[in-house]
């Protein structure tokens, strides 16, 4: 017999682990939302509509699978701990049987992301906040991106994301490079049962339709990106030198950067997805 879906507040969400025999996992990031009107702005964000298929990543409870199935989207919804599928198998039974909802048991980096959901999808989910960077890694890297991701993510990571040139750091410019980012909404801890010690947000990441390089010359793109921010408070040119030493050679890294107008006292933080692709194909 399904069990009632549990109330949106804190004490209910309690009630409702003891009775389904849970207990929330801190190793996990095992945060349930417990406020019904953070709920309502994540849905009212992600607008989900009668048959858009969605991929939802650690669905808990299944609070917010709820409202995407309640709007007739078609979810797919991937859940590492056994005992909370064991309980969303059980209280969504009638969308499973039905089809409007798929549940996968497994670790949502072990997946094949990109083929998990036929495009086009949407990405709607309370991410576990350890595995935030790997996830957006997986969802954006490769094509087919999703349309549109709506992320519940740490607050100071959601800031990083869609971080303005000054306060850039590999991920921002990695997500950046692939879509348009904002911070939607800020969430405070007590939205949550139990509450984290860290403040929330909501981002929306809208990918670009083509990305500027072919995927197969991203990779040496990302070397360069990375290499730069190994030592983020250093001079750019004395870090690449350092770090990448061949593009020292024969002057070639100071006629780039001073053909690309990028002064090499400037910080790696400083330079946008921009000026990051125009070093790049300068220095070839």
């Given at each position: 017999m399904a069990m009632a879906p549990p109330r949106l507040?804190?004490?209910e969400v309690r009630r409702t682990l003891r009775a389904a025999g849970l207990r929330p996992q801190h190793g996990r990031s095992q945060n349930?939302?417990?406020?019904?009107?953070v709920l309502e702005a994540i849905l009212d964000l992600a607008a989900p509509a009668a048959g858009e298929r969605v991929?939802?990543?650690g669905p808990g409870l299944g609070i917010l699978t709820r409202g995407l199935l309640e709007a007739g989207a078609s979810v797919t919804a991937i859940e590492l701990d056994l005992g909370l599928a064991a309980y969303l198998r059980m209280t969504l039974a009638p969308a499973l049987e039905s089809g409007a909802l798929h549940l996968i048991e497994g670790d949502a980096l072990d997946q094949d992301l990109a083929s998990v959901v036929p495009p086009p999808y949407d990405v709607v989910?309370?991410?576990?906040?350890h595995v935030t960077s790997p996830i957006l890694h997986r969802l954006l890297d490769a094509a087919p991106r999703p349309r549109r991701l709506v992320l519940m993510v740490q607050a100071e990571v959601a800031e990083r994301i869609a971080a303005p040139p000054g306060r850039m750091s590999y991920l921002s410019v990695f997500?950046?490079?692939?879509?348009m980012v904002r911070v939607a909404l800020r969430v405070p801890p007590e939205a949550f049962e139990p509450a984290p010690k860290v403040a929330s947000a909501v981002v929306v990441i809208e990918?670009?339709?083509s990305t500027p390089l072919p995927q197969e010359r991203e990779a040496d793109l990302w070397r360069l990106v990375q290499a730069g921010f190994r030592e983020r408070r250093k001079m750019l040119r004395n870090v690449l030198a350092r770090q990448l030493p061949h593009l020292?050679?024969?002057g070639r890294l100071d006629e780039a950067l001073a053909t690309a107008g990028i002064a090499g006292d400037r910080r790696p933080q400083t330079l946008s997805v921009p000026d990051w692709l125009r070093l790049f194909e300068l220095l070839g």
């Open positions: 507040d804190a004490l349930f939302l417990a406020d019904p009107d991929l939802e990543i989910a309370n991410i576990p906040y997500v950046q490079y692939h879509a990918p670009h339709a020292g050679t024969g």
